[in-house]
């Protein structure tokens, strides 16, 4: 386990404010160079959204699956920090979310649920991921509205299979870090997220992607069928953030999303 600093850069708006905070950051077998950048959630408010397109919607009982770096500090506001949340807000109705919950003083559990028209397809960790450490998350849903996790390259398969026909999500963000409404904002960073439309990523997939715990950030996705692929690689005009899928949907951060540096 090495230690590294990282120098978070908080863009409001169109302005870059000079203020600086600093944190040491223990960080599992992650390669790190130069400007290598990360999007930072205070667990208070904020988010990062990218809006609705094919690329990144859960609809008609396809196979689905999700990949990002996450490192929290955090289970964030309310004890639901969202990581990912492709759903309305309030009700929390249709499409998929990933957030924090079950929190104690050293770690958190993790959940998956998507809304359907019968029983939701829900998914639980049974285990608390600690704090201040990087995990690397993927969430597989197939054609029978089974969720698996997968963490840190292993799977977690004791879930509630969902039943009926999924609720679309086609009019809902893509939102990242929090809701659109400034509410479960996680605390920690994101480092990378992918989304694999009508593909279900097998435990060999995963593999790849996870890469023995290394965190390559400037990089293609190993694994094809990628329709989403936001690196965080650099703050290209302040609160925008690149997707360098085929459909090069790009986002932006909201209220107290941050770019965060970090450095060796």
Request: hydrophobic share 40%; proline share 2%; net charge neutral.
């Amino acid at each position: 386990m090495k230690k590294y600093l990282f120098l978070i850069l908080i863009f409001l708006c169109t302005n870059v404010h000079a203020d600086s905070v600093f944190r040491n950051m223990t960080m599992k077998g992650v390669t790190v160079g130069p400007g290598f950048y990360t999007l930072y959630f205070n667990g208070v408010s904020g988010y990062a959204s990218a809006p609705a397109i094919a690329g990144n919607q859960v609809f008609g009982n396809q196979g689905y699956s999700v990949e990002f770096w996450t490192y929290l500090v955090s289970s964030g506001s309310g004890d639901t920090g969202r990581l990912m949340h492709k759903s309305n807000t309030g009700s929390s109705v249709g499409g998929l979310r990933v957030f924090t919950t079950g929190t104690n003083s050293i770690g958190t559990k993790i959940q998956a649920t998507l809304d359907t028209d019968g029983t939701d397809a829900n998914c639980l960790t049974t285990a608390r991921y600690n704090f201040n450490t990087w995990h690397h998350i993927v969430v597989t849903l197939d054609t029978s509205l089974n969720l698996i996790f997968y963490i840190d390259g292993a799977a977690f398969s004791a879930c509630t299979q969902g039943t009926g026909n999924i609720v679309t999500d086609a009019t809902y963000p893509l939102q990242l870090g929090g809701r659109q409404d400034g509410v479960s904002t996680m605390g920690g960073n994101l480092g990378k997220v992918r989304i694999f439309l009508n593909k279900v990523l097998s435990q060999a997939e995963v593999n790849t992607l996870y890469n023995g715990g290394v965190l390559v950030q400037n990089q293609s996705s190993p694994v094809a069928g990628v329709t989403a692929e936001y690196n965080m690689d650099r703050p290209h005009s302040g609160t925008v953030f690149t997707d360098t899928s085929i459909y090069a949907n790009n986002g932006s951060l909201a209220g107290a999303a941050a770019w965060a540096i970090i450095s060796n």
